[in-house]
């Protein structure tokens, strides 16, 4: 693969030996593919960050691990490269480890590889589980910061979490609901893409306090756990709804929605509105299209400028008053879809 960058810069970028690096950059043998898709990407993001490298200021290697559906990690990527070049007093050069799903052991090993070849900080998002909030604790006794992004691990040494408040976004679902169906009766779907992310916890906690409080006619059915991937996604809803004639509304809060959209349809069920979260592509062409009727939506971008800030104040290079906010929960439907959404490349563009 042609490239302008040192062995040793390659390797930095890649979390490999720069043995690994030659090895990938003259097609020896001996090399897992996944080691030389890693090594490949490092080039591609080396490239990406040439202007950065050549600004003044501390350099700041973060590694970015996420799970979740393609679709969602390539709008965090995005969000971030968007906001690398106004960060000030540092120079952020990320890594990227961004996989659809990620068993807890995975996680763990991304993080303890991370903790043995050195890094400024992490932004994970994960699942909360107790292995996971292990691993933080030990990155954090070798000195690396760990903010949690989207959905939180609160039981952990993680200095910060950047992302809405979920509960107030379930919250905000279950209000729009009881709006759009009134006095009726039903059935409500309901999907999230794992029990074990707190984000989405948090979301069906204030969407079923609410619900019940604003709309008790409603009943809902559960057709979680298909992590937001299409074809998982699709059985779950079927199996759910199986026998099931009256949905009338949908709140989704882990993704899938093409998928659900297909479930739906082949069962005969028209709900009277469909609620998702995030714009992504998948999502704002739903809107546009009016087979979805609502987004709630959170400003990635300000979220990971705001995670970023909190790095830069861990290493003294700025103050705590100089953290921005978070995002807050904004209700996007076909009328009020941003006329200049940016969109989020391809994968491995």
Not at 43 to 63: F, P, V
Not at 79 to 95: C, I, N, T
Request: proline share 6%; charged share 25%; net charge positive.
């Amino acid at each position: 693969m042609p490239h302008r960058f040192p062995v040793k810069e390659i390797a930095r970028q890649a979390g490999v030996a720069p043995a690994t690096v030659d090895r990938v950059l003259h097609a020896r043998a001996h090399v897992r593919e996944h080691t030389r898709h890693r090594v490949e990407q490092a080039i591609r993001d080396l490239e990406r960050q040439e202007s950065l490298l050549a600004m003044t200021g501390r350099k700041l290697r973060i590694d970015v691990v996420v799970e979740a559906p393609i679709r969602f990690a390539v709008e965090i990527r995005a969000a971030l490269e968007a906001e690398l070049p106004g960060l000030r007093p540092a120079v952020f050069l990320p890594r990227f480890d961004m996989r659809e799903t990620m068993s807890t052991a995975q996680v763990v090993e991304a993080l303890d590889a991370i903790g043995s070849r050195g890094s400024h900080g992490v932004l994970l998002k994960a699942r909360d589980v107790p292995e996971v909030a292990e691993a933080i604790a030990r990155l954090r006794a070798r000195g690396v910061p760990v903010l949690t992004l989207v959905t939180d691990i609160p039981d952990s040494q993680r200095i910060a979490y950047a992302g809405l408040d979920n509960r107030v976004a379930g919250a905000t679902a279950a209000y729009l609901v009881g709006q759009w169906v009134g006095s009726r009766s039903g059935t409500v779907l309901l999907t999230r893409s794992d029990e074990r992310f707190r984000g989405e916890q948090q979301r069906e906690l204030g969407f079923r306090q609410v619900l019940e409080r604003r709309s008790p006619r409603l009943r809902l059915v559960d057709a979680s756990g298909g992590h937001g991937l299409d074809t998982p996604t699709e059985q779950r809803v079927r199996d759910a709804l199986a026998g099931v004639g009256d949905v009338v509304a949908v709140y989704s809060m882990g993704g899938g929605n093409l998928a659900i959209l297909r479930a739906l349809s082949s069962l005969g069920a028209c709900p009277m509105c469909f609620i998702g979260h995030d714009l992504d592509q998948e999502n704002v062409q739903l809107l546009r299209a009016g087979r979805i009727q609502a987004v709630l939506h959170h400003e990635l971008r300000q979220d990971l400028r705001s995670a970023c800030q909190q790095l830069m104040c861990f290493h003294g290079l700025l103050p705590a008053a100089s953290i921005g906010p978070c995002s807050q929960v904004v209700v996007v439907t076909p009328e009020n879809v941003p006329a200049a959404r940016w969109l989020a490349p391809p994968p491995g563009s």
